[in-house]
């Protein structure tokens, strides 16, 4: 479950970053709105068509930000954040503001270029390329327009002079953001090798690098925390400590490599005979610890022989001919974290009473100590 938690709370952090930058676009077209209403008071701009753009631009932000605040931004995996669409109604916007600011549109190329540098963050080069593309096209129909139809106002030199300073801004503009796309393709990329990189340091020190198990350390810490959330309702811990029967003799007989084939055998089986809950752990050498959640001793045992009879059937011919392996183990319960070690102790206990019992076996600790009970009992009548 953590890993669907952590995912959720990512979601949840970039929709409120993405809700923001939103409200923020909303909140500078309310500044222009507020900008636009000074420039009708001065007899700048014509109040209804200034009413009308200022409807156009209210009308998209909100839209934008309802989207995202909905979630329903979600649906373009793509562009969750909505830019390119954001940033052509800004455009066309633009594009509208200048067509009717009049003597002070010079300034609306700065908002232009405001808005392609707000895009090359977001979009890929392509896409911003498209858009200074777009904007520098839509300015352009309105320089060109303007000019033809209120040359008085729009003097077709000064729109001449503006539509090459505009070229120019949306030229580097388009340069800038090819390097900045590949500056962060290059960032998630090494991002990702970074990941990778973790991700293998963390496999080295939690697991063997023989088997694939946990290692020593990761187990005894894996047990601990399960020891403490452990469900007082249920069943308590179980362990078993697990030695393969005379591994010595094979690695004498046949070699390291060979040995090393058989310990990445029984793991292999080990893992195909596991329950979900269950974890195994290579303890050292030719042992292993497998902890059963959930489950008390009589359980465990069971779980212990069931392995113990498959590995019985595996074949290992391809380490020697006619090669077959058995273990010798130790079951032990566990109630709870002071016990553990002494747990780990009993099953140690259990696993060589296993061994010096002709091995091929599984021993209880539980039985160990009702034997000594027994025998003390009898020594004492």
């Known amino acids: 479950m953590a890993p669907d938690l952590a995912s959720g709370s990512t979601l949840d952090s970039r929709q409120r970053v993405r809700a923001a930058q939103s409200a923020l676009a909303l909140a500078v077209y309310l500044v222009f709105a507020g900008i636009q209403h000074v420039e009708v008071l001065l007899g700048m701009i014509d109040e209804r068509a200034s009413w009308l753009l200022t409807a156009y631009n209210l009308t998209g932000g909100t839209l934008f930000y309802l989207l995202i605040r909905s979630g329903l931004n979600l649906r373009w995996r793509r562009d969750p954040a909505l830019t390119m669409p954001q940033s052509l109604w800004a455009m066309v916007g633009i594009a509208w503001s200048y067509a009717i600011t009049g003597p002070a549109r010079g300034a609306v190329l700065l908002i232009m270029m405001l808005v392609l540098m707000f895009g090359m963050f977001a979009l890929t080069p392509a896409q911003s390329r498209a858009l200074a593309a777009t904007g520098f096209g839509l300015l352009g129909a309105a320089m060109i327009f303007k000019g033809w139809t209120d040359p008085q106002r729009y003097d077709p030199r000064v729109e001449a002079m503006h539509l090459v300073f505009a070229a ?214």
């Open 168 to 381: 120019v801004v949306t030229a580097a503009v388009s340069v800038l953001a090819q390097r900045m796309g590949r500056l962060r393709a290059r960032l998630v990329s090494q991002r990702g090798e970074l990941t990778q990189a973790l991700e293998r340091i963390q496999a080295l020190a939690t697991r063997d690098e023989l088997t694939g198990l946990l290692n020593r350390r990761a187990a005894l810490d894996g047990l601990r925390s399960e020891v403490r959330r452990r469900d007082r309702s249920k069943p308590t811990l179980c362990l078993s400590l697990i030695d393969l029967d005379h591994f010595k003799r094979i690695n004498d007989a046949h070699g390291h490599a060979a040995g090393d084939r058989v310990l990445r055998g029984f793991a292999d089986v080990a893992g195909g005979m596991l329950r979900a809950p269950d974890v195994m752990a290579r303890w050292g050498g030719e042992e292993f610890l497998l902890m059963m959640p959930a489950t008390d001793e009589a359980e465990g045992s069971d779980c212990v022989e069931r392995l113990l009879r498959r590995l019985r059937a595996v074949s290992f011919d391809d380490v020697a001919p006619g090669l077959r392996l058995s273990f010798s183990a130790g079951v032990a319960a566990c109630s709870d974290e002071c016990d553990m070690e002494r747990a780990i102790e009993l099953a140690d206990q259990a696993m060589y009473a296993a061994k010096h019992g002709g091995r091929d076996c599984v021993r209880r600790a539980s039985q160990l100590a009702a034997a000594a009970s027994g025998a003390a009992a009898a020594r004492t009548a």
